[in-house]
């Protein structure tokens, strides 16, 4: 097994406290998740190798300042993706990977490591596939349960009549990564598990109300769903993640409980039927599948915006940090961009990584909360030139490192004047105030223009139906900023 130290890098000139560049592991590196542990330190797992036919797993342990120390375990077996990581009451790591993964992340084995404090390898469990599984699916997720015992869920493969399926499959270990016990059950019908054609596994969440797991997954009819199991992994009840019949969350994931059973979600959000309109959205839904509030949060005109696969990271009501990749064409050349929300599901800030140093393509994997009120941005990056390497990269953030709403790559200037948009709820008119309008652009909750106004700060909103919209100003000088403003009737 290698083991380095190394010190953290000079930060850019983009404002970031510090940044952390992985090119040193070798042509083919990713940092795929993360969590801080009890002395406030950042444990990374990822993968590094030559390329991505031949690489092993790593882990990096860091500092709020950007110190670092890395472990390669190189002695094991190649080819091995971790995909979470937990600490255990004894200061202990339980960590899952995947065996030779496809494109889609997919493997046909699974192993899980326990590691002591220093990060060495204190013991490996290779999970075969069992009897009646064809190979486990991606979507693999730990959760740290109150009794000590670690849940881990995945879906596996089957072959039945209609052919192959996933179906959720659950495993409970101890501290000592022994198995005490699993599931992996076919549904009948009529049983709402039945219609579970695909399962990929996006957060497992404790219940507040009762012993048992809230699970968000690609689940019922193979949409993004929110369902619950007992601490024996039975399943109790569940529903689909669809705020209204013309939004629909494709992909969801939740790091902060409203209430005992209202959970906040974030993730992506598209149109029904506009595949190249993704957008980012929240919502707060509580486990009896009512939604109190939903709204989109993060678009931009002409662009699809993806949510990070660990897209949440809760630090506290005005604080929550989300992670995003943003496309010209949903699937094409893409960018990574970390965001900054509040409960009320307003997004304050933002920071695009466009340069030279974040490469022609980039993709946002994780976002982690800091206890100093900041948060870590893992990306990767690839360069045209060089089209068969990744590149790591960690990012530590302030607050105030994200540029404030309105923006887009460049920062506001220090002397621009905020506009001002009043009556606040409006029935007829809304004025702009403080600037000489050049345009304004009216954009409603899907992200779609319903409005042009030029030279003008007098917008007219009688006719406009009851709701939220957000208003895009752009004033003589160029500068555009943005406000939100409800019509009431």
């Not at 678009?299 to 699809?304: E, I, M, N, R, S």
């Not at 990749?325 to 466009?354: N, P, Q």
């Not at 009043?422 to 600037?435: F, L, M, S």
């Amino acid at each position: 097994m290698m083991v380095c130290c190394l010190m953290v890098l000079a930060a850019t000139s983009y404002g970031q406290q510090w940044e952390i560049d992985c090119d040193y592991l070798g042509n083919y590196s990713f940092l795929w998740t993360g969590i801080i542990n009890d002395q406030g330190e950042a444990v990374i797992m990822g993968e590094c190798g030559s390329d991505n036919n031949h690489f092993f797993p790593m882990v990096m342990r860091v500092t709020e300042d950007g110190e670092y120390d890395y472990r390669v375990f190189d002695t094991i077996e190649s080819n091995v993706r971790p995909t979470q990581i937990v600490q255990l009451a004894n200061g202990t790591y339980f960590a899952s990977a995947v065996v030779q993964p496809d494109e889609l992340g997919v493997g046909e084995n699974v192993v899980f490591l326990l590691l002591d404090s220093d990060l060495n390898i204190l013991n490996i469990k290779n999970y075969e596939e069992p009897e009646m599984v064809l190979g486990f699916s991606k979507g693999r997720q730990l959760m740290l349960d109150d009794d000590g015992t670690v849940v881990f869920s995945c879906g596996y493969r089957y072959q039945d009549t209609y052919g192959q399926r996933t179906k959720p499959c659950f495993y409970r270990f101890d501290m000592n990564a022994d198995t005490l016990s699993c599931r992996f059950v076919t549904a009948e019908q009529p049983h709402p598990e039945a219609t579970m054609y695909g399962y990929d596994c996006y957060k497992l969440l404790q219940n507040p109300n009762n012993d048992g797991i809230v699970v968000i997954c690609a689940g019922l009819n193979n949409k993004n769903s929110l369902l619950m199991y007992d601490h024996d992994f039975n399943y109790e009840d569940g529903f689909i993640l669809s705020p209204a019949f013309r939004e629909s969350f494709v992909y969801s994931y939740s790091d902060h409980w409203l209430s005992d059973n209202r959970l906040l979600l974030m993730g992506d959000m598209k149109p029904n039927g506009e595949y190249t309109k993704w957008s980012i959205g929240m919502a707060e839904v509580g486990l009896d599948g009512t939604f109190d509030r939903w709204d989109r949060v993060y678009y931009k005109q002409d662009t699809a915006i993806e949510a990070s696969k660990q897209c949440m990271a809760y630090v506290n009501d005005s604080t929550i940090y989300g992670g995003a990749c943003f496309y010209k064409d949903l699937g094409g050349e893409c960018h990574a961009s970390a965001c900054l929300y509040d409960t009320d599901m307003e997004m304050l800030g933002r920071k695009e990584f466009v340069g030279p140093e974040y490469g022609d393509n980039s993709a946002c994997l994780f976002v982690l909360p800091l206890l100093d009120g900041g948060c870590l941005v893992s990306i990767s990056r690839s360069y045209h030139n060089n089209s068969g390497y990744r590149y790591g990269k960690l990012i530590k953030m302030r607050r105030e490192d994200f540029n404030p709403i309105p923006c887009s790559v460049e920062e506001l200037p220090q002397e621009a004047v905020k506009a001002l948009a009043y009556p606040n709820p409006a029935r007829e008119k809304v004025t702009i105030d403080g600037i000489e309008v050049a345009e304004v652009q009216v954009y409603n909750a899907l992200g779609q223009v319903v409005k042009t106004v030029r030279n003008s700060n007098e917008i007219n909103v009688s006719n406009l139906t009851e709701g939220v919209y957000l208003l895009r100003i752009r004033d003589a000088n160029g500068v555009s900023q943005t406000e939100r403003i409800t019509v009431i009737r």
